[in-house]
């Protein structure tokens, strides 16, 4: 079975500064899907970004930007030019490729202090 | 654009009442999940669709039924609630094909079983 582990459980950051929150997993599998979710107290889960697994190149959408490391499991987030908006919980999570079983992290609450 | 709407946003039942969550979507998706979030973990998937009139079992089905008579709605059934099913409850939808990695989610439903 699939696990994502998140370890950072809270972490902060001040405005316009970058933070970097950590995810890795355990698969068997070489074909995959890892994705970055956002989820703020209106408890909306919003898709933050993609990942798939054969592509080399780290995905990246505007401030938000990925360090995929495949041979060491790991898919950390980086969020640039932080804004008090980006104030949410996040969850990591995995997917096999031809598979409808999407496997959560337990989420880091990210707060953005002013 | 109404996305993916889960009916009602909450709901507070007794040990072994029933009772069915509602989704819906208007993006004509193939796809339609159920997933739960507990307190200090990720979504876990609860049962899935990949189209009208099939279902599948995710991670935690048990204790849960659902339907999906037609494509835009896909029912999730309590038949005698658990205060173990006290839970925050999601739906999301997704395309088919290589999209159906890229999942919406509702709003959310929150049940506590007293």
């Known amino acids: 079975a699939q696990t994502v582990t998140q370890s950072q459980p809270e972490m902060s950051v001040q405005e316009a500064e970058t933070v970097t929150l950590s995810c890795t997993y355990d698969t068997s599998e070489n074909n995959y899907y890892l994705f970055w979710y956002k989820q703020p107290p209106s408890r909306q889960m919003i898709l933050v970004i993609r990942?798939?697994?054969?592509?080399?190149q780290n995905a990246t959408e505007n401030r938000f930007s990925v360090n995929f490391q495949k041979a060491a499991k790991s898919f950390s987030l980086k969020i640039s030019d932080s804004q008090l908006g980006d104030t949410a919980m996040y969850f990591c999570?995995?997917?096999?490729?031809?598979?409808?079983?999407?496997?959560f992290g337990a989420g880091t609450r990210l707060t953005v202090k002013p | 654009n109404a996305g993916v709407t889960q009916t009602p946003k909450f709901r507070v039942l007794k040990t072994g009442q029933s009772m069915t969550l509602l989704c819906a979507q208007d993006m004509n998706h193939e796809y339609m999940y159920w997933y739960r979030q507990d307190p200090g973990m990720g979504l876990r998937l609860i049962h899935y669709s990949v189209g009208e009139g099939t279902t599948a079992k995710g991670e935690v089905p048990d204790g849960y039924n659902v339907s999906r008579l037609k494509k835009q709605n896909f029912l999730l059934g309590l038949e005698s609630a658990a205060p173990s099913q006290t839970s925050v409850y999601f739906c999301?939808?997704?395309?088919?094909?290589?999209?159906?990695?890229?999942?919406?989610f509702g709003a959310g439903t929150r049940l506590s079983v007293l």
């Open positions: 999301a939808s997704s395309y088919g094909g290589q999209d159906k990695n890229i999942q919406y």
């Open positions: 990942q798939e697994a054969y592509k080399q």
């Open positions: 999570a995995f997917m096999k490729r031809n598979n409808n079983d999407m496997r």
